[in-house]
């Protein structure tokens, strides 16, 4: 059986599209339970490396962007405004390039947010690919995505206290572009189990 996982994985939209195919067990991870299926709660921060999934065949992270958001009230931002010198907090970062290198995925992606790119590009390299506001981070062949694909509006979510969550949602197409690619790309796929197995 295939393994993916889902790091950070909030209400579970990354992993989506893998959930309905029974070759596919599919591991969520995130230190708030949203309450989705195959959800486990740990603080990654915390949790062991040698207790998370092994040679996964897919591992997707989406570290939370507050602190690379460029928007007008992000923490940056205003930091920048105040006439203060800002730095995000690379801790969450540095844990995911930990879990890379000892989980060993055969493909991965980072997911975060355009003002993440002069940050996380030290640690993961430049962007693999940019699907709008999603730059995604890794070692995957491109995506192939629908041509009438636009992502959703974030602006008309509302005061919530889940509003944050819910922004961070991954659309469906991106994972079914994930799915697809994991499911098609046998060749590139087989040789990346194998290359790691050498």
Not at 97 to 106: F, L, N, Y
Not at 142 to 165: H, I, N, Y
Request: glycine residues 8%; hydrophobic residues 40%.
């Amino acid at each position: 059986m295939k393994v993916m996982v889902d790091y950070f994985a909030g209400f579970g939209g990354a992993s989506e599209a893998f959930i309905p195919d029974h070759e596919w067990r599919v591991r969520r991870f995130d230190i708030w339970d949203s309450g989705i299926e195959n959800l486990t709660q740990i603080d990654l921060l915390e949790a062991p490396l040698v207790g998370l999934p092994y040679r996964p065949e897919l591992a997707w992270f989406s570290p939370p962007c507050d602190g690379f958001s460029q928007g007008f009230n992000a923490l940056g931002p205003r930091t920048i405004r105040a006439g203060l010198p800002y730095e995000p907090d690379m801790t969450l970062a540095n844990r995911v390039k930990e879990i890379i290198e000892h989980t060993k995925p055969a493909v991965w992606c980072v997911e975060n947010v355009v003002g993440s790119i002069t940050w996380l590009e030290p640690l993961f390299g430049p962007p693999r690919q940019i699907i709008g506001p999603y730059v995604l981070f890794g070692n995957f062949p491109l995506l192939v995505m629908p041509r009438d694909f636009e992502p959703p509006s974030k602006t008309s979510l509302g005061p919530s206290e889940l509003r944050p969550r819910l922004r961070a949602i991954i659309p469906m197409e991106i994972s079914q572009a994930f799915y697809d690619l994991m499911m098609n790309q046998r060749t590139i796929f087989d040789y990346g189990v194998a290359a790691q197995n050498e």
